[in-house]
């Protein structure tokens, strides 16, 4: 059994934007909390908001062991995200291996209650949606990959019943503090977002202070185990219906201009070869041309029975709340104005916690 009122927990990747939101609302809940992050920068700007951390890296066994000394619970947030210039090994190395290191370490110090972050990603391409947690495993990359493989991980433990424990899969996370979608954004404030296709795929949003409350819930739920829930917001909506509600509230006009499919596949594998041997982002890749072109959209009925979730948040209110936070934080100006400042003077931890 595990006590949030009373008993500690370990956030790891509690520097991101997912586990910073997560602190917030275990530490708005008086929850005790350890936050576990990998350099001394991000160790430092988490003391001075009075958390208690510890340093480790998931692939650093005696760094673990300090992690989760005293713990009862631990919620899995850390992993590692697309990054060009990567080997294959080091994704699987940190989200599948590191995975199975925390683990291991976790029921050796006799932590109770294992709350995992995996991603809807280990779906792909939704054939039928809207999709639940028993739609087919289709990873898209090498990420969905290694995160499928941590995930079948940490279910093996729960299997065996040396830790209980269930799977998060979370839809494409947004809200104050993410800046993945910040391109997509600012192209919408300048009117230079274009569609390839005609921007009907589907997408489905889950506002993160909402998986910060799942992820509670998940934890609490001590009676499930073994379990995979998908978290995911109240509505789904095409990608020209999500562009348009952008649009309106930046007050610019929403975006027309459509181009053709193939041809933008082929430049995303052209340039996906070209890149990968220079270590450097490619412009266009074929993950990117994807997001235009295939469905994402979600059942959350097992986690609304099992877990009591459903999601506080309206997407009116979700893409107004991102914009004011672009707005008072520099990444986004106001109309008219000029260019923001640039994404990497920005602090991880001001990020995750949308300050």
Known sequence: MVNLKKDLFLVTGAAGFVGGHLLDYLLKHGVRIRAM?????????????????????LRDKPSLDRAVS?????????????????PDSEFFNSNADGTRRLLETAVSAG????????????????ENP???????????????????????????????????????????????GDLRTLKLFSMIARERFFYIGRGAGLVHF??????????????????????????AGRESLTLRELSERVAEQLGVRPPWLCLPVKPMQLLGTFCEK???????????????????????????????????????????????????????DGCLPPSGASQPREISTISPVKRAVGS
């Open 206 to 231: 889950i506002d993160v202070r909402d998986l910060a409350r799942a992820f509670a819930a998940a934890m609490q739920a001590v009676d499930l185990n073994d379990r995979s829930y998908i978290i």
């Open 37 to 57: 992050a990998r350099s001394e920068s991000q160790v430092s700007e988490l003391k001075e908001r009075g958390i208690e951390v510890v340093r480790a890296d």
């Open 130 to 176: 809207p999709a639940n947690e028993n739609a087919p495993f289709s990873p898209g990359d090498i990420y969905q990959e290694s995160k499928l493989a941590g995930e079948r991980i940490a279910r093996e433990f729960f299997k065996s019943g040396s830790i209980s424990g269930v799977v998060i899969r979370p839809a494409m996370v947004w809200g104050p």
């Open 274 to 328: 070209l890149c990968a041997p220079l270590g450097i982002e490619p412009p266009i890749f074929r993950r990117r041309v994807d997001f235009f072109t295939k469905d994402r959209c979600f059942d959350c009925a097992n986690a609304r029975l099992d877990l009591g979730f459903e999601p506080a948040q309206e997407l009116e209110g979700e893409i107004a709340d991102i914009i004011r936070w672009y707005r008072q």
């Open 111 to 126: 932590v109770s209650r294992f709350v995992h972050c995996s991603t809807i990603g280990v779906h792909g391409h939704i």
């Open 70 to 86: 005293g713990v009862s619970g631990i919620f899995h947030i850390a992993s590692l995200f697309r990054k060009a210039g990567l």
